[in-house]
């Protein structure tokens, strides 16, 4: 089997855009929790989310193929150019039909499919975009860019609800370490802020109401949480056949040792209640890297803020990790990002990644109230320093898909 490493980081967040400004806002745990701008929010009950602001995608593609793209499409693309960029890929002295784009998204193109419908049921058929259904299907995120750099290897886009991007990690890993491809972009697109994603979310009783603090809405493990804070964006990350990335001098951020996938098979939204798919999802990725739990330092966790996911994973992680999971640095990074859905697995695999590089564990902010059922290490409210070899993040999706990718520090 061909070794896999992540050479280049590509986020586009609600906290900030590129590795940098992303990275530093999680050290300093900053919110990108606010009020919903994009529309009126006055008959939801919830009117919060994490929206990126000051995102210029001109800046990187052309106007007349913006017209042409969804906003999950343009965020996939810029989060493209960025880590190509970080990665200092050089396209042209590559073999193109060796570089493939696999990425993740739980909805794709809902922003179009509302704005086209409402043109169908206000001025009839004739009146919808004849590009509605390439601008809509999620794959377009990943043939978009296959399209913009000529990148001819395998091309897909993997849809699992808030597992999407970290299952396009696991398999991307895969493939590279069958030797089908030397390089593959791969990560995760959302863009679901949208009046009748919020409805739908607002009508499972998923998201925070705490209205009145956005930016203390999304608490991962604290006790007095009240669902998740829906947000948005890209993470894109550059991963490389290790001699591949070492031939061409690529600075090398964390290997990827381990992936594991499964499947609660118990119910269409709640987690099953024994967490045996979420703990055998990091066992396989543990088994994959052949690693002992004990040499485990650092778990990004889904941690979404809602009562069972946080309840739940907590009692996988104790359940596999034994006594050491009190040792652990656990950290939910989705209390300042807000949960990106299908992308989360992107931005999360970035920051989990930078956290084995830079040596400090991102925090999991607003933790004010412990939970005798979440009574782990989440980093509460600051971060801290720790040298970390090895470190997971967990993703867990609606339909009880389960997925972990396990890193390892670069030395």
């Not at 855009?17 to 009126?40: A, C, M, P």
Request: proline content about 4%; overall charge negative.
């Amino acid at each position: 089997m061909k070794r896999v490493v992540i050479t280049g980081l590509g986020p586009v967040t609600p906290i900030g855009i590129g590795k940098g400004e992303y990275w530093n806002s999680l050290i300093n745990g900053k919110s990108g929790v606010g009020y919903i701008t994009r529309f009126d929010t006055e008959e939801f009950p919830t009117k919060i989310a994490a929206e990126i602001k000051d995102f210029t995608p001109e800046d990187y593609i052309d106007k007349r193929e913006l017209r042409r793209m969804d906003r999950f499409t343009q965020y996939a693309l810029v989060a493209t150019h960025l880590a190509l960029k970080d990665g200092e890929v050089i396209l042209e002295k590559e073999d193109k039909e060796r570089i493939g784009v696999v990425l993740g998204s739980g909805i794709g193109g809902m922003e179009t499919l509302e704005a086209e419908h409402s043109k169908l049921l206000e001025k009839g058929p004739r009146r919808v975009s004849p590009v509605f259904i390439p601008m809509m299907i999620s794959n377009m995120a990943s043939g978009q860019i296959s399209i913009y750099y000529g990148l001819k290897g395998p091309s897909m886009v993997i849809t699992t609800a808030c597992a999407s991007g970290t299952h396009a990690i696991g398999e991307s890993f895969r493939m590279i370490q069958n030797g089908i491809c030397d390089l593959i972009i791969t990560g995760g697109s959302e863009a679901a802020i949208t009046p009748i994603a919020l409805a739908g979310f607002s009508s499972m009783k998923a998201l925070s109401t705490r209205n009145d603090e956005p930016s203390k809405a999304s608490r991962p493990f604290d006790k007095s949480r009240d669902g998740f804070v829906m947000g948005e964006g890209a993470g894109v990350v550059i991963l490389e056949e290790l001699e591949h990335a070492l031939r061409r001098g690529a600075r090398i951020y964390a290997e990827v040792v381990g992936y594991g996938a499964t499947s609660d098979a118990y119910h269409m939204t709640a987690p099953d209640p024994s967490a045996d798919g979420a703990k055998r999802a990091m066992e396989l990725a543990l088994k994959d890297g052949n690693i002992d739990y004990r040499q485990v330092g650092y778990i990004n966790a889904h941690g979404t803020s809602t009562y069972y996911n946080d309840k739940l994973e907590t009692l996988a992680i104790k359940e596999l990790f034994k006594e050491h999971a009190y040792k652990l640095n656990i950290s939910s990074t989705k209390s300042m990002t807000g949960h990106l859905l299908g992308a989360a697995g992107g931005i999360e695999a970035i920051a989990t990644a930078l956290a084995i590089n830079e040596g400090k564990i991102p925090p999991t902010i607003n933790y004010e109230t412990p939970d005798e059922e979440c009574d782990l290490n989440y980093t509460p409210n600051q971060f801290v320093e720790k040298e970390v070899e090895y470190a997971m993040s967990n993703s867990l999706g609606f339909g009880g898909h389960n997925a972990t990718i396990l890193l390892k520090k670069w030395k």
